[in-house]
């Protein structure tokens, strides 16, 4: 039984990366011209759109972009409850990331990761905001299975007494 839900948490993990991959990397970008953007041409512009001053875009989107609440909702929760899953999932798979310090390096490194593709193949912009915001999901993500292992550690030792 204990096999079964592991297979079943990574085929959950698998369909969630690859969803959320399509939602970070190819958001802008129809499947069909994919391909072009692996290329390795310098444009100079593009770094210009790219953020790596840490709480520049999350300030922004708090107190100085004239756009409409629903936007900046989007650009600032969606990152936080886009990578919770990822906390939440990870201890249910794996003994290794029983502690809020891995999961949040494991977190940190998969925002990383899509970060780093946008910034070399051009998906998107590199914003460093956008790792601290995950990695802020991921964490969160962590704690409601962090609160319901304590419990039920809990209820076994009152059973056991």
């Known amino acids: 039984m204990k096999l079964v839900f592991k297979l079943i948490l990574m085929l959950i993990l698998c369909v ?7 939602l970070i990397l190819f958001k802008y970008i129809p499947l069909s011209q994919i391909i072009e953007h692996f290329n390795f041409t310098y444009d100079g512009y593009h770094w210009r759109d790219n953020n790596f001053v840490p709480f520049k875009t999350i ?8 756009i409409n609440l629903s936007i900046r909702i989007e650009n600032l929760v969606g990152n936080v409850i ?3 899953p990822f906390g ?11 502690k809020l310090s891995k999961v949040t390096i494991a977190t ?22 956008d790792l601290i915001l995950n990695t802020l999901g991921g964490m969160l993500g962590y ?9 039920t550690v809990h209820r076994k030792q009152n059973k056991n007494t």
């Open 82 to 84: 886009g990578f919770a």
């Open 59 to 66: 300030y922004f989107y708090l107190y100085l972009a004239d």
């Open 108 to 129: 940190l490194l998969l925002s990383l990761t899509f970060e780093l593709i946008q910034l070399v193949f051009e998906f998107g912009s590199f914003d460093v905001d």
């Open 16 to 22: 969630y990366i690859a969803i959320l991959s399509k």
């Open 88 to 98: 939440f999932i990870l201890p249910l798979l794996s003994k290794r990331f029983q």
């Open 143 to 151: 704690i409601p299975i962090k609160i319901f292992q304590m419990t």
